[in-house]
């Protein structure tokens, strides 16, 4: 497989998707770099992981050719690639090449590269990810605000629209996600069922994904259809 990109608007519920996404590949059997270019971190926060800047986003940067070495162990089989518990914001910004280079050896080095990508468009990394992805996941669901930025992004999202999987997450319980998609003219080809409590659930569980209760089920179904649409994508 290649590089997978997660994308949407603010809220859509990226940086859950991508961290459950990669536990699933984990569990499939596949190795996962889960890459957060964003610097201070949901993601890490989300998985209650502590990473050190001797293995951080930063440290692989500065260590090309040794990326194996440098990203942080999970659990078994993901990986994770994000910014150190104690990240400068003054760290440099690094260049396109740098960027390209780390992406290329992340896809030679690991089964699968899942990239959350924040909503803005002004990190080098998330750009370069999104036009190197074999795939992008786009995400609607949200809100309102979601109808003004599919229009912000229009023009990026067509020019995307054979490499992507349109996948709507249903993140309030009582919301016209259907109307919402027609609005924003979007067909998803996978819903991902409203999970209650999802916030305080997420403080005891580092991955929804696989939960036995039937949310959970209807949840890990929904996730296993991207999965298998990927990996379909991939062979």
């Given amino acids: 497989m290649s590089i997978t990109s997660v994308w949407g608007p603010p809220q859509s519920g990226k940086t859950t998707l991508a961290i459950d996404l990669s536990h699933a590949f984990s569990q ?13 971190s949901e993601l890490t ?32 089989l993901l990986y994770v690639l994000a910014a150190s518990w104690d990240a400068d914001a003054f760290d440099e910004e690094p260049s396109n090449a740098g960027v390209k280079e780390l992406l290329r050896q992340a896809e030679e080095t690991f089964d699968c590269v899942v990239v959350d990508c924040p909503s803005g468009s002004g990190n080098a990394l998330a750009a370069r990810a999104l036009n190197m992805a074999e795939k992008v996941i786009l995400l609607s669901g949200g809100s309102g605000v979601s109808a003004m930025w599919y229009e912000a992004f229009r023009r990026s999202l067509e020019a995307l629209f054979d490499r992507t999987i349109c996948v709507c997450n249903q993140v309030a319980g ?10 924003i003219r979007q067909n998803p080809e996978v819903f991902i069922p409203h999970y209650p409590d999802i916030a305080s659930i997420q403080t005891m569980k580092h991955t929804l994904y696989g939960s036995t209760s039937k949310n959970g089920k209807e949840y890990t179904e929904s996730l296993d259809k991207i999965v298998n649409k990927l990996e379909v994508t991939a062979q």
């Fill in 28 to 40: 499939h059997g596949k190795s996962v770099c889960l890459i957060s270019p964003e610097p201070y």
């Fill in 45 to 76: 926060a989300r998985m209650s992981i502590r990473i050190p800047r001797a293995r951080s986003l930063a440290q692989a940067y500065g260590a090309p050719g040794n990326l194996k070495q440098v990203v942080f162990e999970a659990s078994d």
């Fill in 174 to 183: 009582s919301y016209d996600y259907l109307g919402l998609c027609k609005l």
